[in-house]
Structures are given as structure tokens and as C-alpha cells.
């Protein structure tokens, strides 16, 4: 698996279904109760039975749902350390550390021939669809290639289905070698980020190559103190722009429970 991702929401999932186990062993029960009088257990009872336990495992799995915030973190530099892959780690730990689970993608990681061939059923490819359309919001690094941003990552970009991105709240992510390059992100992959229906694309974050340093891994990488700053600021609208799309998660959620039951 190429993808570093959490288990929280598959526990909190498994312990709903165990939630409802008992109703569906109450069944099973009755029915050999039922056995043994000698008469077949009234349907009306069976099928409201089923029902309450069919309508608690999706109640339990909306509350498990809907208090979970997921983020995709997807690295568009080739090279295996990036200043942008740095910004991101950074980035990541902040979310983490405010209770965001995050999915950690890397453009090196995947088969070039399913990008340069557009392999739409590469188990890759759809893994990675599927990681984008789980998540509340994308967090996009990538460095500035001759005033746009990675070609790797349009690529990849492009194997997206249509509307991929809508209800998403996206932050985007970018290096450079000067300040030249720093409109990149506004005239090059916001254009594209919003073809794919991103419902908020927050104002990007552009670094210049001397503010950021690494050493053998991006993990380890350091920022200045400016860029810091910059960056905690724009994480701190992502995570509102997260907050409330879990907010709408919940009236939505709300909403159905009582159509349910």
C-alpha cells in the first residue's frame, strides 16, 4: 500500500457494527424459538426488526462520520526531498495536532506509465481517487516549474472524475526560486482546482527556495520564522473552512437520522 493513512474512522466504523450485533443475533434467536413451536415467526415482526438494526448501524455511522475531519496531503514534486514535500510535513503536523486526520500522497510514489498513459483502473489511481473523495479538504504542495506548477501533478490532477473536488476546501502549496514565480499558483492551479468543483480554494501560500532548509528527509526540513508564521496563518482559515464543512456534515447528518427514524 502506498498510501499512509490513519485508521481512526474504520475503527470507530467497526465498533458501530459490533454496536448492532446483538439485534441481529436477537433475530437468529427468535427465529429458533420460533422453530420450535412449531410456527413460522410473524414477517411483521422479522422485518421490524431488521429495520431498527439497519437504522442504528446508520445512525452509528453518521455519528462516526460526521466528527471526523480528513485531509489529503498530495506532494506534486518528483524529486524524493522538496522544499515543497518540507512546507508540507509542517503543515501536516499542524493539522494533526488539531485533531485532523491526514492522508499522505506523493506524486513519486505512483507508476508513471498509469500517469503518462492515463490508466484510470490502475489500483493506484483508483486508491488515490478514493482517498480524494473521502477527505473534507486537500492540502496541494508543489514546486513552480518555468511559471506553472509540476507537470507530474497536472498529470495526476487529471485522472480526477469530473466534480471531484466539490464540497472540498483546498489549500494550496508552493516554492520557488524567487518571488516571480508566486502568481503561479493563482493564474496556473487554482484554474484547475476549480474545474474540479473545489467548493473553497483558500488563498494560496507561495515560499521562496532560501526560506526553506532541508538535510536528509523533509520531515527534518526547517522554515524561517516569516514563513511560519505565514503558513500556521493559512492553516488557521483551512481549519475553519474545515470546521464548517463538518458543521453542515452535522445538520445534514441530523437531517437524515430523523427521515430515518
Given amino acids: 500500500m502506498f498510501l499512509a493513512r490513519r485508521t481512526t ?16 443475533v436477537s433475530i437468529a434467536t427468535q427465529h429458533r424459538l420460533y422453530e420450535k413451536r412449531a410456527s413460522p415467526m410473524p414477517a411483521g415482526h422479522h422485518r421490524t426488526l431488521r429495520r431498527l438494526a439497519h437504522k442504528l448501524l446508520y445512525r452509528h455511522t453518521l455519528i462516526a462520520r460526521k466528527s471526523h475531519m480528513l485531509v489529503v496531503s498530495l506532494s506534486g514534486s518528483p524529486s524524493p526531498k522538496s ?50 473523495r473521502q477527505a473534507d479538504g486537500l ?43 508566486m502568481l503561479a499558483v493563482d493564474y496556473a492551479l487554482k484554474p484547475v482546482l476549480s474545474a474540479l468543483k473545489s467548493q473553497e480554494v483558500l488563498h494560496g501560500i507561495f515560499a521562496i527556495d532560501t526560506q526553506i532548509s532541508y538535510d536528509d528527509n523533509e520531515e527534518g526540513g526547517t522554515l524561517d520564522e516569516i514563513l511560519t508564521e505565514r503558513l500556521h496563518e493559512g492553516l ?7 470546521q464548517r464543512r463538518l458543521q453542515a456534515r452535522h445538520k445534514q447528518a441530523g437531517g437524515h437520522l430523523q427521515l430515518a427514524l
Avoid at 473536488?165 to 518571488?179: E, N, Q
Fill in 9 to 24: 474512522r474504520n475503527c470507530c466504523l467497526s465498533n458501530s457494527r459490533s454496536t448492532v450485533g446483538w439485534l441481529f
Fill in 83 to 132: 522544499r515543497s514535500g518540507v512546507v508540507l510535513a509542517h503543515a501536516s503536523r499542524w493539522l494533526q495536532s488539531h485533531g485532523v486526520e491526514v492522508t499522505t500522497l506523493r506524486i513519486r510514489d505512483f507508476n508513471a506509465e498509469d500517469l503518462l498513459f492515463a490508466r484510470f483502473d490502475s489500483p493506484q489511481v483508483l486508491e488515490f481517487i478514493e482517498a480524494v
Fill in 139 to 181: 492540502l496541494i504542495g508543489t514546486p513552480v516549474y518555468k511559471a506553472s506548477f509540476s507537470g507530474a501533478l497536472k498529470t495526476l490532477l487529471d485522472l480526477l472524475p469530473e466534480r471531484a473536488l466539490h464540497g472540498k476546501v483546498v489549500l494550496p502549496l508552493a516554492t520557488g526560486g524567487s518571488i516571480a514565480h
Fill in 236 to 242: 488557521e482559515h483551512f481549519h475553519q473552512g474545515l
